[in-house]
């Protein structure tokens, strides 16, 4: 099936550092997510991307939807301890199910 | 409102018995959702109801079957389980319309297969 391809796997910062993440695919798609799973919880939208091009803000979360429709990248400015968890991308195909990357561990360094 | 809800949280079987994940959304949507996700890969759906009375196979709908009971409850039975069935299992939830595109999901349910 279609697949996206997040990077980087998992990241290892200091708390303050800024974090980013992306991800790609060979296909075009017109919708794009950002989820984030804490542990033992189900992922939670964080941003939600609509237009290619377009740039969102969620606090101190930033995302981009590419211009070519075919990825998406998440900024997290100064990161704090409960920024720790996975974060997925996801995309909508033409049918509304959602496809998805294998997601970001994010740890932080005391 | 509670949302997305799953039952059990946890569940052990031993290979060949079978049991039924419950999900249910107190927020009138009319699609569900269910998804696996194992260790280092994404959620991948497993079956879906765009609406009650409809059901559709998703990705990896082997080994499993849903009933779509009313609008709010949607089941995934396991007939009889095997070890690679181990894994957690995500209920998911969205209304429909033209902005309508997030999935809110539930818990999860964490199921060992031995």
């Known amino acids: 099936g279609q697949q996206l391809n997040q990077s980087p796997q998992s990241m290892f910062i200091q708390e303050g550092e800024d974090v980013s993440m992306n991800c790609t695919s060979s296909?075009?798609?017109?919708?794009w997510l950002w989820y984030k799973q804490d542990p033992g919880e189900g992922p939670v939208l964080l941003i939600a991307?609509?237009?290619a091009g377009e740039l969102t803000s969620n606090g101190r979360l930033t995302a981009q939807f590419g211009i070519t429709r075919k990825d998406s990248f998440l900024n997290i400015s100064a990161s704090i301890p409960s920024d720790v968890g996975i974060y997925f991308c996801?995309?909508?195909?033409?049918?509304?199910?959602?496809?998805w990357g294998a997601g970001t561990k994010l740890i932080i360094k005391p | 409102n509670a949302g997305v809800t799953q039952t059990p949280k946890f569940q052990v079987l031993k290979t060949g018995q079978s049991m039924t994940l419950q999900c249910a959304q107190d927020?009138?949507?009319?699609?569900m959702y269910w998804y696996r996700q194992d260790p280092g890969m994404g959620l991948r759906l497993i079956y879906y109801?765009?609406?009650?009375?409809?059901?559709d196979k998703g990705e990896v709908p082997n080994g499993y079957n849903v009933s779509r009971l009313n609008k709010r409850e949607f089941s995934l039975r396991l007939e009889s389980a095997a070890p690679s069935q181990t894994s957690v299992y995500f209920c998911?939830?969205?209304?429909?319309?033209?902005?309508?595109?997030?999935?809110?999901f539930g818990p999860g349910t964490r199921l060992t297969v031995l």
């Open positions: 996801a995309a909508l195909d033409s049918n509304y199910q959602l496809i």
């Open positions: 109801s765009a609406s009650e009375g409809t059901t």
């Open positions: 991307l609509y237009k």
């Open positions: 998911a939830s969205r209304s429909t319309g033209r902005i309508a595109r997030e999935q809110f």
């Open positions: 296909s075009i798609f017109n919708t």
């Open positions: 927020m009138n949507h009319n699609s």
